[in-house]
Structure formats: structure tokens, C-alpha cells
């Protein structure tokens, strides 16, 4: 089973628009971090979180972990076609050096 | 400072095969990681290499091997290549294994 669940699988909005993808585990995360990915490339790190209720900001984006650590939220701020590509959400958990990522969430952004 | 390099960056094999793809991670890196990413799903960990040791190993079948050198490069072994193998692997080195994993560019295997 998919230790990582993202929703949603894609997402289609309007330049200028504020957009938030989700990322739940069934398990207490070590460590949660968020990349992007352009299509057929590699992953680009965009933050980390590892504190519950930890709150990170870079430039228009923002990621939550809640007090849990089990539920990430990656929000967008007024988004730019500059923000197209595939988000996911990778996590190691205690006890295991496996590091899982989610099904990723397709973002197209429409100028 | 140079990121995670793997090579080659395409490669086409035929049915049967064996393929072997390599990584050089971040200078000062030691946690070497391999992940196979099939079109439309998020990257899957196949092993993580630390100090030269095998750490963790994900659901893969023994045609998938790895090994870490001790500049910490790395390289991974298909055998008996399928046709189900076709994917982008990613390779990704980090300072202790769980941290931020930073990711190179892919080798693009396509089995015929």
C-alpha cells in the first residue's frame, strides 16, 4: 500500500490563482520534504519539514506539517507558469532508512 | 560546486540484458539513494548506500544490485533486463541517509 497519499493527482488553474496540494501518511513522519519535478528530469528540493506544526515560506510558496506530523499541505500563492510541473512530497519514517514519495500532483498553470 | 551527476543519460537495452547506470554524488556527500520512476508515479527507492554499506533496500528483485565505491560514487546493476524495467532512474546523495536527498538528472533505460 502507498504510504504517502498526495491529492490531488493533477490540478489545472488560472494564472493568478492560489492552489494547495496535500500529503497524508498513515504513519508519524521523521522528516517530510517537498520537491518539483519538470517533466523527465530530476527533483528539485523546495523544503523541509520536521517539526510538528512547522510553517516554511520561499517566495510564494508555503508547506505546513501539522502538530501530528502526518499531514503536509503545500500552498501556492497567486500562481505563475513558472510553478508548472509535478509536486511530491517525500518522507523517511523512524526506524527505517526507506525514503518514500507520494504519486505527485501534475500542476499546469494557464497564462 | 558540482550536483549529482549520473551517466549515461539515455540508454536503450534489449530483453535480457544487463545494464549498469553511475552516480557521483555531491562532494562531502556519503549517503548514496536509487530510485525508479516509471511514467506517472513518484520516484520508487530501490537502495540506499551509506559508508560503502547497504542500508536499505526497497521491493526490488535480486536482478537489481548496487554497490558504493570508496569516493562514494556508486553504481547500480540490472540483470536480465524486462521490458517492465523501462523507466527513469534517479540517483540521489545526501550527508546521512534521512535528509534532504538531492537528485541528478536520471538515466533514461528503455528495454525493447
Known amino acids: 500500500s502507498q504510504e504517502l497519499e498526495q491529492s490531488p493527482q493533477s490540478l489545472i488553474v488560472q494564472e493568478g490563482k492560489n492552489l494547495t496540494i496535500n500529503c497524508t501518511s498513515s504513519?508519524?513522519?521523521?522528516?517530510l520534504y517537498w520537491y518539483k519535478q519538470k517533466y523527465g528530469e530530476g527533483l528539485i528540493f523546495l523544503m523541509m519539514?520536521?517539526?510538528?506544526?512547522e510553517e516554511k515560506s520561499h517566495e510564494k510558496i508555503t508547506a505546513k506539517l501539522d502538530e501530528k506530523k502526518q499531514q503536509s499541505s503545500l500552498h501556492i500563492t497567486a500562481s505563475q507558469p513558472s510553478h508548472a510541473g509535478i509536486y511530491l512530497c517525500?518522507?523517511?519514517?523512524?526506524?527505517?532508512?526507506?525514503?518514500?514519495f507520494g504519486t505527485g500532483t501534475r500542476l499546469k498553470v494557464l497564462a | 560546486d558540482a550536483g549529482v551527476t549520473q551517466s549515461p543519460t539515455h540508454l536503450i537495452k534489449t530483453r535480457g540484458q544487463q545494464v549498469t547506470l553511475r552516480c557521483s554524488p555531491i562532494?562531502?556527500?556519503?549517503?548514496v539513494s536509487w530510485y525508479q520512476q516509471v511514467l506517472g508515479q513518484g520516484p520508487q527507492f530501490i537502495f540506499q548506500?551509506?559508508?560503502?554499506?547497504?542500508?536499505g533496500r526497497g521491493n526490488f528483485p535480486d536482478r537489481f544490485s548496487a554497490r558504493q565505491f570508496p569516493n562514494y560514487s556508486s553504481e547500480l546493476n540490472v540483470n536480465a533486463l524486462l521490458l517492465g524495467d523501462s523507466a527513469l532512474y534517479l540517483c540521489?546523495?545526501?550527508?546521512?541517509?534521512?535528509?534532504?536527498?538531492?537528485f541528478g538528472a536520471g538515466t533514461r533505460l528503455s528495454v525493447l
Open positions: 540521489a546523495s545526501s550527508f546521512q541517509g534521512r535528509d534532504i536527498q538531492y
Open positions: 504513519k508519524t513522519l521523521y522528516g
Open positions: 519539514l520536521q517539526k510538528g506544526g
Open positions: 517525500g518522507a523517511a519514517f523512524s526506524g527505517t532508512y526507506k525514503y518514500i
Open positions: 562532494s562531502g556527500h556519503k549517503s
Open positions: 548506500y551509506y559508508e560503502k554499506e547497504e542500508r
